[in-house]
């Protein structure tokens, strides 16, 4: 894990925004440094499963309120009665809002959230193990575009 150390002079309108990401970069690097080598892969990848469920779970809790819309009313005189509750992707993002706030939009994040981190964990220590492997195999120079490509297609 390597950081910039050194970053090139700053504009004077961004200084202070370097100064924030170089102290959190420091902060970053001490915290990581308390974990063996081993485990940055998997933790990383914990992370990245964790930070794409919260990303992704209100879209879907959309997809999923627009798919079962009105699949489980019973028929009135055997006729299937389908009443569209909500209309696109905008309208059932405002509708959830409205009526179930924030937390309707995260709704079923805990049962996302344990299949993704272990998902996405495994997925980078091996994607990571393969790329070692094959750069090994293959030496560091020869081709990494062909690493890469088998090692994503694994």
Not at 36 to 48: F, H, L, M, N, T
Not at 79 to 104: C, D, L, M, Q
């Amino acid at each position: 894990m390597s950081f910039e150390r050194n970053p090139p002079p700053p504009i004077p309108a961004q200084a202070s925004d370097r100064a924030s990401i170089s102290y959190t970069y420091t902060r970053l690097e001490r915290f990581a440094r308390r974990f063996p080598k081993e485990s940055v892969v998997p933790i990383s990848g914990a992370i990245a499963g964790a930070v794409s469920g919260v990303v992704s779970c209100p879209l879907d809790v959309i997809k999923t309120k627009l798919q079962a819309q009105g699949g489980f009313q019973a028929p009135k005189d055997g006729v299937k009665v389908t009443t569209a509750a909500y209309s696109g992707v905008a309208g059932t993002a405002k509708t959830i809002w409205k009526e179930e706030g924030i937390r309707g939009l995260y709704r079923g994040l805990g049962p996302m959230l344990l299949g993704y981190i272990p998902t996405w964990a495994v997925y980078l220590t091996v994607y990571n193990k393969t790329q070692t492997f094959f750069r090994t195999k293959t030496g560091e120079c020869a081709r990494p575009s062909v690493v890469t490509i088998i090692a994503n297609t694994i």
